[in-house]
């Protein structure tokens, strides 16, 4: 069965520090494996990562994929109070429909 | 440019009632889907459809039916509402395999459903 698993469930720091939050999964037919934000409302997308080792970055997030490991991280520096979130790991697989598999989330809150 | 349109945002069910959330997407994707996040948890999901016409169970799909038969247009019924059922519901659609499909998914804004 495909599984997505992220750790830690929730984390609280202050804000500057630097955060990362782990993903790792375990699917047939992989094709990508996807980040995502979600604040109050509808998940919003932040990276797509296909390929091992090429670290994906936008402002203070990066992201890297393993996919001999299996797993990706997602790294937050200088981390401020409108990081606060829930951060999903999706894995895309290939099969009769494109589907995404979600983990749970990290519910990440940044404190003063 | 709308993308996903859900409704309604809030609803509330007493046990055995029905009801029907309506997804509408103006991006001309093929594949929708539907999916439910319970508190503290991730996205599970319930039917997906690759077309007008093809509908398909995701995980979670006891309790509820889809249609689609329109590519715009994927509702999704729950026919005797039971309380297993409060969560928030979310629609989605995405590019199809022949646009070189990434797997990026677009959200509508969720609709939460109480069921008491």
Partial sequence: ?112 | NAGVTQTPKFRILKIGQSMTLQCTQDMNHNYMYWYRQDPGMGLKLIYYSVGAGITDKGEVPNGYNVSRSTTEDFPLRLELAAPSQTSVYFCASSYGAWRGNTGELFFGEGSRLTVL
């Avoid at chain 1, 630097?18 to 047939?28: G, H, I």
């Avoid at chain 1, 604040?39 to 992201?63: D, N, V, Y």
């Avoid at chain 1, 099969?95 to 598999?101: I, M, P, R, V």
């Fill in chain 1, 1 to 112: 069965e495909d599984k997505v698993v992220q750790s830690p469930l929730s984390l609280v720091v202050h804000e500057g520090d630097t955060v990362t939050l782990n993903c790792s999964y375990e699917v047939t037919n992989f094709r990508s494996l996807l980040w995502y934000k979600q604040e109050k409302k509808a998940p919003t997308f932040l990276f797509m990562l296909t390929s091992s080792g090429i670290e994906k970055k936008s402002g203070r997030l990066s992201s890297i994929l393993d996919k001999k490991e299996l797993f990706s991280i997602l790294n937050i520096t200088a981390t401020q109070t409108g990081d606060s979130a829930i951060y999903l790991c999706a894995v895309h697989f290939t099969g009769t429909a494109s589907k995404l598999t979600f983990g749970t989330g990290t519910r990440l809150q940044v404190t003063l």
